[in-house]
């Protein structure tokens, strides 16, 4: 059975920084791509990134390009997304999210209806 399981949510000044972790767990993810997408109270859930578990490939939304970086532990099946100089508008539940790599573009991997598994979710506050 997948698990995913992320931790590192909090409350942060704006400027700030927090890094999220996703604990993945219950199979071979070397043909995964892993996803972080957000949802604040009222949109639609948004694509943040996505790493590919094999080679380490990253893709970022604009909106968070170059504050966001996402990386893996392939020792531990841990996904990581640091977050530095935090805005208010980057206030949101954030959850990762897993999806098969084959037969996929890199566009597919912005749509959060292409995967299979998700988080439970973690709280990020950022206040002004």
């Known amino acids: 059975q997948v698990q995913l399981v992320e931790s590192g949510g909090g409350l942060v000044q704006a400027g700030g920084s927090l890094r999220l972790s996703c604990a993945a767990s219950g199979r071979t993810f070397s043909t995964y791509a892993m996803g972080w997408f957000r949802q604040a109270p009222g949109k639609e859930r948004e694509f943040v990134g996505a790493i590919r578990w094999s080679g380490g490939s990253t893709y970022y939304a604009y909106s968070v390009k170059g504050r966001f970086t996402i990386s893996r532990d392939n020792a531990v099946n841990t996904v990581y997304l640091q977050m530095n100089n935090l805005k208010p508008d980057d206030t949101a539940v954030y959850y990762c999210?897993?999806?098969?790599?084959?037969?996929?573009?890199?566009?597919?991997?912005?749509?959060?209806?292409?995967?299979?598994?998700w988080g439970q979710g973690t709280q990020v506050t950022v206040s002004s």
């Open positions: 999210a897993a999806r098969s790599t084959l037969r996929t573009v890199v566009a597919d991997l912005a749509l959060a209806r292409g995967y299979d598994y």
